[in-house]
Structure formats: structure tokens, C-alpha cells
């Protein structure tokens, strides 16, 4: 039984295609397109034809003659749209060479993956490659910090040439730092709040990415019982962390403890207001203040409370 082909829907999922921030969001965005046009008894290029043909006709939202036409109009506002942005990054870095400079990590993927080819199955010969180039994270909390740093990055130069991708190293380590953060198990406070941070980045984005969700998820639930299990009565501490006030330990914590778990707040969430932060390390709003200026100061370490 067909279905009659949805464009208004069918036309955001190819934005999501052509446009999404990783491969895995394209290809997620592109297989669900080929969902919907075999739904309609139809191929994707003859869905893509559609859609073309629906753009034709004069509207307010698509005024141009062709897809194509219309999606370089999109590119054109949205770049319109970021000219403070480009403003603030050149302010802040120099120049565009300056942002497009390699770093460091850059090279060394680079060079790791040297002479080496792929298609879009990637060999382990390639992971194993990009995973010695420089030492993988050693728990969920670094994974989603260095994860961020390609995502920040590859925004930022998005600003500046909205066709840009990572290069090739860099794309298959992204790609292994999210099937970290969606399979690894790591029970320990730091990991829950590192997980979690991560199923609502996506859900913020709309709803999830249409696959791993429900890995993390499992993996969310699978370390949340394994750290219960630590915490029974008798059981050797999981160490203890973020989320609660020190009125809940059976111990008062030292302040190295309290240090620690501002600090991790501060890397896995940096957008918290202090306030949020202190209220889940239970600690005073001004500790987390001084310890969030001794970060942008370049580490130097506050007195403790």
C-alpha cells in the first residue's frame, strides 16, 4: 500500500541530508528520505524530482525556480544570519588563516592515516590508526569534552565556508567518540552526567539522531544498576561525586573531593549558572564562581572553602 509523499516533511529531511553536522546524521537523514519516497511507491531521485517541481510554483518560503535554486537561497540567508558571528570569530582568533590553521591533533590524524583509503564502511586498520594517533579518552567525561572540541570547531569554520567537513582522520575519531558515548561503560558519577549530557544534546536537536539513542540509553541504564550495586551497604564507595549535597553522604567530604566534583561540572557542563552547579555539588554558589575564573585565568587553583 503507497502512501501519498509528504514534501512540506520530505523537504526537511533533505535540509538534514544535505546538511547535517556528521555523516551519521546525513546518512540517518538520507535513509529515512528513501523511507518515505519507497513509501510513496517512488524512487529518491524521482521524490527529489517532486520536490523540485513543487518549488516551481511562486511562493513566499521558496520563491526560486528550481531545489537547488531554493536551498542556495537558504545558504544565502543563513549566511547573512551569522555575519555577527563571523565578526566575533575574527575578533576572537585573528584571522580566517588563523581559523582554518591545522592543529596539532590535525596532524597527527593526518599522519596517522597517511596513504590509507576508505569508502563509507571505515576498516578497523583506519579506527585502529586514528585511535593511536594520540591517546583515546579514558572515560565518558574526556570522550564528550574532545567530541565538543571537533563539534566547536567544525562550527566555527562552517561560518567561514559552509561547505566545510573535517578531514578524513578527524571524521573517523568523531565518529569513534560517539560510539563511546553511546556504547562505553563507565559507572561512575561522572560518566551518568557525561551520558546524560549527551542524550540531551541530541534531544535538543530535535528529538534524538534517529539511531544510537537506544544504545546509550542501555548504557545508561546498565551503569546506573552496576553503581547502585557499588553503593549497597558493605560494597566498596564508586567514589563519590556530583548531584548531592553533602547533608546525603555518610561522610562529610574533604575539599579536594568538593574541588573535583566542581571541576567535572564545569567540563562536562560548562553552561550551568553557578548557582545550578552549586546546588548539585552542594557546595556555595561563590566556590564554583572562583573555580570557574581560575579556569578562564588558565587553571591556577583557588583557596578551597
Not at 81 to 97: F, I, Q, T, V, W
Not at 133 to 139: D, L, T, V
Request: aromatic content about 8%; some cysteine; overall charge neutral.
Amino acid at each position: 500500500m503507497t502512501v501519498a509523499l509528504d514534501i512540506e516533511k520530505l523537504a526537511k529531511v533533505v535540509r538534514l541530508m544535505k546538511g547535517g553536522a556528521t555523516d551519521g546524521e546525513r546518512s540517518a537523514a538520507r535513509s529515512r528520505a528513501e523511507s518515505m519516497a519507497m513509501s510513496a511507491g517512488l524512487t529518491l531521485d524521482d521524490a527529489m524530482a517532486k520536490l523540485a517541481d513543487d518549488n516551481t510554483q511562486p511562493a513566499p518560503c521558496a520563491p526560486s525556480s528550481s531545489w537547488d535554486d531554493f536551498f542556495a537561497g537558504m545558504m544565502r540567508e543563513r549566511w547573512q544570519d551569522n555575519e555577527p558571528k563571523r565578526a566575533e570569530a575574527l575578533k576572537k582568533h585573528g584571522s580566517k588563516c588563523a581559523i582554518f590553521a591545522e592543529t596539532e591533533r590535525e596532524r597527527l590524524l593526518s599522519e596517522a592515516v597517511a596513504g590509507m583509503r576508505w569508502g563509507d564502511d571505515v576498516p578497523q586498520p583506519v579506527r585502529a590508526a586514528v585511535m593511536a594517533a594520540y591517546p583515546m579518552p579514558g572515560n565518558l567525561r574526556d570522550a564528550l569534552v574532545e567530541w565538543r572540541s571537533w563539534q566547536d570547531l567544525w562550527k566555527l569554520r562552517r561560518l567561514f565556508d559552509t561547505r566545510y567537513e573535517h578531514p578524513p582522520g578527524v571524521a573517523v575519531r568523531w565518529e569513534r567518540l560517539e560510539w563511546m558515548l553511546d556504547n562505553w561503560s563507565d559507572p561512575t558519577f561522572g560518566g551518568l552526567i557525561a551520558r546524560v549530557t549527551w542524550l540531551n544534546y541530541w534531544e535538543k536537536e530535535g528529538g534524538g539522531r534517529g539511531y544510537g539513542t537506544g544504545e546509550a540509553i542501555l548504557a545508561l541504564l546498565s551503569d546506573v544498576f552496576m553503581l547502585k550495586a557499588d553503593l549497597q551497604p558493605g560494597a566498596a564507595s564508586a567514589g563519590k561525586n556530583c548531584q548531592t549535597a553533602d547533608a546525603d553522604y555518610p561522610e562529610r567530604r574533604t575539599s579536594a573531593q568538593k574541588r573535583a566534583a566542581i571541576l567535572e561540572m564545569l567540563r562536562v557542563n560548562p553552561d550551568l549558572s553557578d548557582g545550578e552547579i552549586a546546588r548539585r555539588c552542594g557546595v556555595s554558589r561563590q566556590s564554583v564562581s572562583n573555580h570557574r575564573k581560575a579556569l578562564r585565568d588558565g587553571g591556577a587553583r583557588p583557596n578551597d572553602d
